[in-house]
Nanobody
Framework: QVQLVESGGGTAQAGGSLRLSCAAS????????MAWFRQAPGKEREGLAA???????TYADSVKGRFTISRDTAKNTLYLQMNNLRPEDTGMYYC???????????????????WGQGTQVTVSS
């Protein structure tokens, strides 16, 4: 059983930066595919970035070039560095993990079993 706890959310101005963290326990994250998702009010949960056990990364077009996913296996923690934030980046951010994820499913919420409770990000214009 994997437990995930996100932190680092808050309020930023457009053009600013935030770094989200996701601390994992119960398993070593280096063996898992992990991802960040976002859910804005009234919208479906959207996959933003994923990193697999080979450290291959996948990004949604909406964040490519602005967000970077990474992990520190020594700290068993996943990160999302978010730069050049936009008001449309506002939402609840979740990290997710699964031992096996389809290549085509890395940004699909149905492919992940373990989820954190989320951290709120608000970007003002």
């Amino acid at each position: 059983q994997v437990q995930l706890v996100e932190s680092g959310g808050g309020t930023a101005q457009a053009g600013g930066s935030l770094r989200l963290s996701c601390a994992a326990s119960g398993a070593r994250i280096g063996s898992y595919c992990m991802a960040w998702f976002r859910q804005a009010p009234g919208k479906e949960r959207e996959g933003l970035a994923a990193i697999d056990s080979d450290d291959d990364t996948t990004y949604a077009d909406s964040v490519k070039g602005r967000f970077t996913i990474s992990r520190d296996t020594a700290k068993n923690t996943l990160y999302l560095q978010m730069n050049n934030l936009r008001p449309e980046d506002t939402g609840m951010y979740y990290c997710a993990a699964d031992f096996r994820v389809r290549v085509g499913g890395r940004l699909q919420s149905n492919d992940y079993t373990y989820w954190g409770q989320g951290t709120q990000v608000t970007v003002s214009s």
